[in-house]
């Protein structure tokens, strides 16, 4: 069996970090919380993190607008709402 460890100083693999991740775990703290993975000297949170933003996290992926149903025009309206509530709280009202 070949084991990818993740974070040596608790010896959690990449698949146990998946795992997690899949139970609910999304970001590199709630993985810690659930196994003590970047809780010693703090090296592997990268790893974590890039694990999580592979995909790691199903719940992720699923707060996304294209895997909610919204169409590329809803996407593209919410996007520049977003944009204008930033302008007209930075004071850039367009004259
Ligand atoms: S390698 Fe994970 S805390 Fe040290």
Same mark, same amino acid.
């Given at each position: 069996?070949?084991?990818?460890?993740?974070?040596?100083?608790?010896?959690?693999?990449?698949?146990?970090?998946?795992?997690?991740?899949?139970?609910?775990?999304?970001? %590199? $703290?709630?993985?810690? &919380? +659930?196994?003590? /993975?970047?809780?010693?000297?703090?090296?592997?949170?990268?790893?974590? =993190?890039?694990?999580?933003?592979?995909?790691?996290? %199903? $719940?992720?992926?699923? &707060? +996304?607008?294209? /895997?909610?149903?919204?169409?590329?025009?809803?996407?593209?309206?919410? =996007?520049?709402?977003?944009?204008?509530?930033?302008?007209?709280?930075?004071?850039?009202? +367009?004259?």
């Amino acid at each position: 069996m070949n084991r990818v460890y993740v974070c040596s100083c608790f010896g959690i693999t990449e698949k146990q970090v998946r795992e997690h991740a899949e139970a609910g775990a999304c970001t %590199p $703290r709630q993985i810690a &919380s +659930a196994s003590k /993975a970047g809780t010693d000297c703090g090296s592997c949170v990268r790893s974590i =993190q890039s694990i999580l933003g592979r995909g790691g996290c %199903p $719940r992720r992926e699923l &707060s +996304a607008p294209a /895997a909610v149903g919204a169409t590329a025009v809803e996407t593209a309206v919410a =996007q520049a709402a977003a944009v204008q509530a930033v302008g007209r709280s930075a004071g850039l009202e +367009a004259a």
